[in-house]
């Protein structure tokens, strides 16, 4: 089965107004020839994504928010609704990112109204999973893996409304990557887990691998098993970097 893969930015809390010259480069060198074989997006902060949505409008390059509130208005100050992305132009939305479930004490279950909201508006759910060093060390990362995909992927999940985002909670931002062995057999897990849970839906899901993917070492793990692209986070703050990864494909 082929499915056509998908490079996502996660700007994190990264990103004025200026830098919209840097989706300006990449909005330049996604040629119809790159937009062919591989999808992309950019999540900037809230702040930008109304703009960027507007400067992309005739791009192939999508907008996405980095995560959204679970109800859709309401007394939630400071918060955003999927129906604000929407409306603002994003077409995916990040939940679940291993820095929400840390900083913001994201269970599984918010994180699964949290999909849930995003679909109700029409909009992708980029649902990240990953396990920390601790786990990894005691041996519990398929544990981890699939007790999030359980408790975070909503009934309903479909190729089309879903992408998996597999993040070693060790490798983001550290510069360290597992073996291109270590992501197969993840992805692996991650592809019959889904398969079990939605069939056909389940085995033709975008699976992302992030966690220090950069233009080094996009071509050795976007080349694994079940490896459908990749979010990337620091290396997707400047467009040459960023384009780096995409030649991968
Ligand atoms: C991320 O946080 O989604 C990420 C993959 O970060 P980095 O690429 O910087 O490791």
Request: aromatic fraction near 6%.
């Amino acid at each position: 089965m082929s499915i056509k893969p998908l490079v996502a930015g996660n700007w994190k809390m990264n990103g004025l107004k200026a830098a919209v010259a840097e989706l300006e480069a990449l909005s330049a060198g996604f040629d119809a020839d790159l937009a062919a074989k591989v999808d992309t997006m950019i999540c900037p902060p809230a702040t930008l994504v109304g703009a960027f949505a507007d400067k992309t409008a005739n791009s192939a390059v999508a907008i996405g928010a980095q995560d959204c509130h679970f109800n859709v208005s309401g007394a939630h100050t400071g918060d955003l609704s999927a129906e604000m992305f929407a409306d603002a132009g994003a077409s995916a939305i990040i939940v679940g990112h291993s820095e929400r479930r840390a900083d913001h004490g994201e269970s599984n279950e918010i994180v699964k109204a949290k999909a849930e909201a995003t679909w109700a508006q029409g909009l992708v759910a980029i649902i990240c999973v990953g396990e920390t060093e601790g786990e990894r060390k005691s041996g519990d990362t398929l544990k981890v893996v699939g007790s999030q995909l359980a408790g975070s992927v909503p009934a309903g999940a479909t190729a089309a409304n879903t992408v998996i985002a597999y993040e070693p909670v060790w490798a983001i931002g550290t510069g360290l990557t597992p073996t291109a062995d270590d992501v197969a057999a993840v992805h692996a897990f991650m592809r019959d887990e889904l398969t079990k849970a939605f069939g056909d839906e389940g085995a033709s899901m975008r699976l992302l691998y992030g966690g220090s993917v950069k233009a080094s070492n996009a071509v050795e793990l976007m080349g694994v098993a079940n490896v459908d692209g990749a979010l990337v986070g620091g290396a997707s703050l400047k467009a040459a970097d960023f384009l780096g990864i995409l030649a991968a494909y």
